[in-house]
């Protein structure tokens, strides 16, 4: 072994070695998964008392991953609050996080709407500046409960909410891992 290959870290390697087992767009599906936590393939045919320990061995790594992450992104947030800058750029890579005034304000547009149009009234507004600090819109939102209610009376009248309907496609099913005796 090189000097270099010793010091090349995971996060350099990784897309290499998952390279080997995610084939690319359009290549037949693999029947092997790069694992993380062996840095080994897997083969989807294994025993599914193995796939399911798998499962629940990345779901630890997530969450050990998420805290990393957390813990982390605390500790920069602080050093850029206190360096006032909240734009780190180093060799190869680039942080960012919001200043602290970023975005800490929400308003109720109509209520914001109600309580300038006063000053428009008398001048001290511009029509065009309350226009562009506030947006009037209409929504309508579908209550399904309510569709099925008027569909269920058949005829014409179902059929028209049959057709403004479109199918709903189906999430992503997931299959989850608790371990015995956990709560």
């Given at each position: 072994?090189?000097?270099?290959?010793?010091?090349?870290?995971?996060?350099?390697?990784?897309?290499?070695?998952?390279?080997?087992?995610?084939?690319?767009?359009?290549a037949?599906?693999?029947?092997?998964?790069?694992?993380?936590?062996?840095?080994?393939?897997?083969?989807?045919s294994?025993?599914t008392?193995?796939?399911?320990?798998?499962?629940?061995g990345?779901?630890?790594?997530?969450?050990?991953?998420?805290e990393a992450?957390?813990?982390?992104g605390?500790?920069?947030?602080?050093r850029?609050?206190?360096?006032k800058?909240?734009?780190?750029?180093g060799?190869?890579?680039?942080?960012?996080a919001?200043?602290?005034?970023a975005?800490?304000?929400?308003?109720?547009?109509h209520e914001?709407?109600?309580?300038?149009?006063?000053f428009?009234?008398?001048?001290?507004?511009?029509?065009?500046?309350?226009?562009?600090?506030?947006?009037?819109?209409?929504?309508?939102?579908a209550?399904?409960?309510?569709?099925?209610?008027?569909?269920?009376?058949?005829?014409?009248?179902?059929?028209?909410?049959?057709?403004?309907?479109?199918?709903?496609?189906?999430g992503?099913?997931?299959?989850?891992?608790?371990?015995?005796?956990?709560?």
């Amino acid at each position: 072994m090189t000097e270099e290959t010793e010091t090349t870290t995971i996060a350099e390697r990784l897309p290499s070695l998952m390279a080997s087992y995610y084939p690319g767009e359009g290549a037949p599906p693999t029947t092997t998964v790069f694992n993380p936590l062996s840095g080994h393939a897997v083969t989807l045919s294994d025993a599914t008392d193995e796939l399911v320990a798998m499962l629940d061995g990345l779901a630890v790594l997530r969450s050990l991953v998420q805290e990393a992450e957390g813990a982390i992104g605390a500790v920069l947030v602080e050093r850029m609050d206190r360096a006032k800058k909240w734009t780190w750029t180093g060799p190869g890579l680039k942080a960012t996080a919001p200043s602290p005034r970023a975005d800490s304000r929400e308003y109720d547009g109509h209520e914001v709407w109600r309580a300038l149009l006063p000053f428009v009234k008398s001048g001290e507004l511009e029509f065009e500046a309350l226009k562009a600090a506030v947006e009037r819109s209409v929504t309508y939102k579908a209550k399904v409960q309510g569709l099925k209610a008027i569909a269920a009376g058949g005829g014409p009248v179902a059929a028209a909410v049959d057709r403004l309907g479109t199918p709903k496609e189906q999430g992503a099913r997931r299959v989850t891992v608790k371990r015995k005796g956990a709560g």
